[in-house]
């Protein structure tokens, strides 16, 4: 057609809200924050969904865009905007929503097809254009009319952008003659949007809106419109956006069977709760929409706080200042009904919302009862289930505890198998079920087991989707994978399918209990919230502020000085290692340190924590799970020893918490204690979940910030200008004096600290277990039981991740402009592109406080120090017990010229 054409690639796309949560690029797919759909009874234009299946068309000139309607009918037309405009013009506000909204949560049940939508594929907005039964009498079509004398019943919309489903062709679908022609269906010819002309990416300067239907009818960039005999034979009515029961599957099914998929049923989304740390026990308001199809009005929104035991109603709205009846003239009979009710909750429930529409329709309970094939409407089936957690998300520190497990079990049970057989993902995993040939083998594996992480890496990096999936006979099914998209996955979209899981719970518990590292559900939910509250104070962060300052002004500078007078050969590692453990004590507990010098012996916890950690680390070393297991039962060897260890850490924190609570009961009214362990004992906890919780913070805090910097100084030593340039950074700071405030300035320490860890992250791998069957979104599919590990260490040398240099410690890349060092701002890198802090729910709770200890640590030693290794090989990585380096780093130690 003149004036508008459908381009064949995606170089002249749109602008688009930077909110929007895309699902697919090309085409572009993409639906606003939950929060955005609540926020107004019409939804904006820039934060409403687009789906599509090709690139956006393009008018170059609006004057001669023109569209025919022809076929079975006696004159047909060509038609212009100018024609179009002449007619009355409507104002209908209707929902536009897509068969697949909603997929996402579909998919978790059964294997689905098509891009993923979270709920907002959905959006209410007031059209402007003139009713297609109009348009038709143009054509000499009365309204009212089902069949046009020459046959015609259907009247088939067709596109100009070119879809890969039609091979090329444009978009297409169709609608009955009866309902076009039925002014009071409300079908419009639409050229505006909220009072706006309509933009590109909703179709300018034509669409279709079939209030009532699946978004798929509502044909964008009207090129032209047939009256058909048939319904359209396009692939989105024959080949998709059809429902089939759920005994039909990928393999066994016949298109032709099932009608298209007209009307969308009833339901209803909670939307108001999308932050869920933000949750608090009491009161809150939970709002959300609910919709129905057909223009069926909703009747009842109700709500439940304890799963669908009991249920409450909700108010329904729709226009201010008009109370909403459903299915009155005063309503909007297209559009969606908000609802909102105030419930007091308490600590952690599952909220559901179910609606029922003017027809007494019902949303179903359970997905599983509906599932069907593509997904498509899949809220026939779902409620809306929403678990809420009251905690927000965040781990404590790096989760030192469980990479240690999983990498040893996985480590080991490679090691001592019999059968291997590592599969990838082939290549072009485009479309299908994905076949998985075998790469690897005992060989290989063989071969390659002293560089281990490497040669995880390497195959990794070969595969399309940077995912592997490791199976051997009789094993768990393990998928480790370097892919960002589903590290997002598996730590945030779908968090509650992918808990810790029982294997760590059984090797960690004798030494962690219940604390936090090693629970999962209502147990970790629980100490989450107490530990985020805590950490979330800001007299917390002022404490280990004025602790920092202390131990390094008092401990560690004096110690370094004499160290540099003697230039004594000291092992680095462990001496920062001493001063991570201080710092934690003190922190953690309240006590005091150990000694820092290395060539001194550590105090009885320290030793006492490094014995417990060590064997219960080798526990998942043995070759055979049974054997800690036998030992642990008759109490000899390793494990009696385990056991002596974790008698006397408990023993001392113990008394610790006993010592505090009758502090604090002298004296009530100075309760202003300022460690973590008597806020967790005014919190009023249960002393064994104190003395876990305080147990599991050591442990986390111990030696992942020490790992963290001694690789910095050795990779420092390999580049000297990064190191001047770093001195010439601290050195130019305003204050003499480190502190918060002036810490925050010193971005090229920062992005050295974050190179050093994406090199060689305290935390090498962490591993989730599946709950129920699931699909990550590269298409790996996952069993219930899998465990699935995402690998920090290998997505830190992904290419795909980080370019061609990877290998190549360039603080740089962490700048939004890598020539400007000095002033510049650090890029935000996404935390499931750079998971070393785990992320999602569970992440690092001590994420900031172990950067400004690692910031102000690293820059007090250099402004002062030089730190000389004294070998030159390349030191190597191990990641069993804690990413450190194997036999720590030797170093000498000289007073830096130009300290001030
Ligand atoms: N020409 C054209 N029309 C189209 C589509 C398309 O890809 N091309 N997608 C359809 C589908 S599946 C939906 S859900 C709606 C989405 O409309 P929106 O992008 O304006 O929200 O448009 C429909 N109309
Ligand atoms: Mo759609």
């Known amino acids: ?9 995606y170089s002249q796309e749109p602008p688009r809200h930077p909110c929007l949560q895309i699902n697919s690029k090309e085409p572009f797919n993409a639906e606003p924050p939950r929060s955005a759909l609540v926020s107004s009874y019409v939804t904006r234009v820039d934060l409403f969904y687009k789906r599509n299946h090709g690139p956006i068309p393009v008018v170059d000139d609006i004057e001669r865009y023109c569209f025919d309607i022809s076929g079975l009918i006696q004159t047909p037309k060509k038609l212009y ?8 013009k409507y104002n209908v506000t209707a929902i536009l929503q897509c068969a697949g909204n909603r997929r996402t949560a579909m998919s978790k049940t059964r294997k689905v097809r098509g891009v993923g939508w979270d709920v907002s594929a959905i959006g209410n907005a007031v059209w402007g254009g003139a009713k297609l039964a109009d348009v038709l009498e143009l054509v000499g079509i009365p309204k009212l009319t089902s069949r046009t004398q020459s046959g015609g019943k259907h009247v088939e919309f067709v596109s100009i952008d070119k879809c890969k489903e039609e091979n090329g062709g444009p978009y297409k679908a169709s609608i009955p003659l009866i309902q076009a022609t039925n002014p009071e269906a409300d079908v419009l010819l639409a050229y505006e949007m909220n009072g706006e002309p309509l933009n590109r990416d909703h179709g300018y300067p034509l669409r279709v809106i079939v209030p009532g239907v699946i978004g798929a009818r509502s044909v964008k960039w009207l090129d032209s419109i047939n009256i058909l005999a048939e319904e359209c034979q396009g692939f989105f009515m024959q080949k998709d956006y059809k429902m089939f029961p759920p005994s039909v599957d990928w393999d066994n099914i016949n298109w032709s069977t099932r009608r298209p998929q007209m009307d969308f049923p009833v339901q209803s989304v909670i939307c108001s709760l999308e932050d869920v740390q933000s949750i608090k026990p009491g009161k809150i308001t939970i709002s959300g929409y609910a919709a129905s199809g057909g223009g069926r009005g909703i009747e009842r929104v109700d709500v439940s706080i304890d799963g669908g035991k009991t249920w409450l109603e909700a108010s329904r709205s729709q226009k201010t200042g008009i109370p909403y009846i459903s299915d009155h003239e005063s309503s909007d009979k297209w559009a969606w009904v908000l609802f909102e009710i105030t419930v007091d909750i308490p600590h952690s429930t599952e909220i559901v919302a179910k609606a029922v529409d003017s027809a007494a329709n019902v949303q179903p309970e359970n997905v599983q009862d509906i599932w069907n094939l593509r997904a498509d409407a899949n809220f026939f089936m779902l409620q809306n289930h929403q678990f809420i957690f009251m905690l927000p998300h965040m781990e404590i520190f790096f989760s030192v505890l469980t990479f240690k497990f999983v990498f040893l079990s996985v480590f080991f049970s490679l090691l001592h198998a019999v059968f291997w057989k590592v599969c990838k993902p082939p290549k072009s995993s485009a479309h299908g079920p994905a076949t998985y040939p075998i790469i690897g083998c005992l060989i290989s594996f063989h071969k390659n087991r002293h560089r281990l992480l490497d040669w995880y890496t390497e195959i990794l990096a070969e595969s399309a989707t940077n995912t592997v999936v490791v199976s051997r006979l009789g094993a768990r099914r393990t998928i480790v994978t370097a892919n960002s998209k589903n590290v997002e996955y598996v730590l945030k979209t779908n968090f509650n399918n992918f808990p810790k899981g029982k294997p760590f719970r059984d090797i960690l518990g004798d030494f962690l209990g219940y604390g936090i590292f090693n629970v999962d559900g209502e147990l970790w939910r629980m100490q989450r919230k107490l530990a985020s509250h805590v950490f979330s104070a800001g007299c917390l962060r002022e404490f280990m502020m004025s602790t920092l300052k202390d131990e390094v002004r008092n401990q560690l500078l004096p110690l370094l000085d004499s160290l540099a007078d003697t230039s004594k050969v000291v092992d680095l590692q462990e001496l920062l290692k001493r001063f991570a453990f201080n710092m934690i004590c003190k922190v953690s507990l309240g006590v005091d340190r150990c000694c820092l010098d290395p060539s001194q012996p550590a105090s009885p916890l320290n030793k006492a924590f490094d014995t417990a950690s060590e ?19 008759i109490g000899v060897g390793s494990e009696k020893r385990l056991k002596d260890a974790v008698e006397e850490v408990r023993t001392y924190v113990e008394g610790i918490i006993h ?34 919780m305080a147990i599991s913070f050591i442990m986390a805090g111990r030696d992942t910030t020490s790992a963290a910097m001694t690789w910095l100084f050795w990779l420092l030593s390999c580049h000297p200008f990064i190191e001047e340039e770093l001195v010439k950074e601290i050195n130019n700071m305003e204050k003499s004096m480190l502190d918060y405030e002036s810490l925050k300035g010193l971005q090229l320490l920062k992005a050295s600290l974050c190179e050093s860890m994406r090199l060689y992250p305290p935390v090498a791998w962490d591993s989730k277990h599946a ?44 700048f939004i402009e890598p020539a400007s060092y000095h002033g510049g701002s650090l890029k935000k890198i996404c935390p499931y592109k750079f998971p070393v802090f ?22 007090s030693i250099l402004r002062q120090f030089e730190i000389k290794p004294v070998v030159s090989e390349k030191p190597v990585f191990v990641p069993l017990l804690t990413a450190h380096m194997a036999g720590g780093l030797k170093v000498v130690i000289q007073k830096r010229n130009d300290s001030r």
Request: charged share 30%.
């Open 1 to 9: 057609m003149p004036g508008i054409k459908g381009p064949s690639d």
């Open 81 to 88: 905007m100018r024609d179009v405009r002449m007619l009355p």
């Open 615 to 633: 064997i219960s680390a080798k526990r998942s070393a043995a070759p055979l799970f049974l054997v800690w297991k036998v030992k642990k039962w």
């Open 659 to 692: 010592h505090k609570k009758r502090k604090m009961n002298e004296n009530r009214e100075k309760l202003g204690e300022e460690d973590l362990l008597s806020r967790l004992i005014m919190a009023g906890n249960n002393e064994e979940v104190i003395r876990d």
């Open 771 to 814: 709950m129920a069957d699931d699909l990550l979104p590269d298409g790996t599919p996952v069993r219930a039981g899998d465990r699935v590990t995402y690998f920090p260490y290998g997505m830190g040398r992904m290419e795909a991740l980080w370019g061609k240099d990877w290998y190549e410690f360039r603080p740089s890349r962490w």
């Open 838 to 859: 785990q992320a999602g729910p569970r992440v690092c709770l001590g994420k900031e406080m172990a950067f400004i200890q690692m910031n102000y640590v690293v820059a």
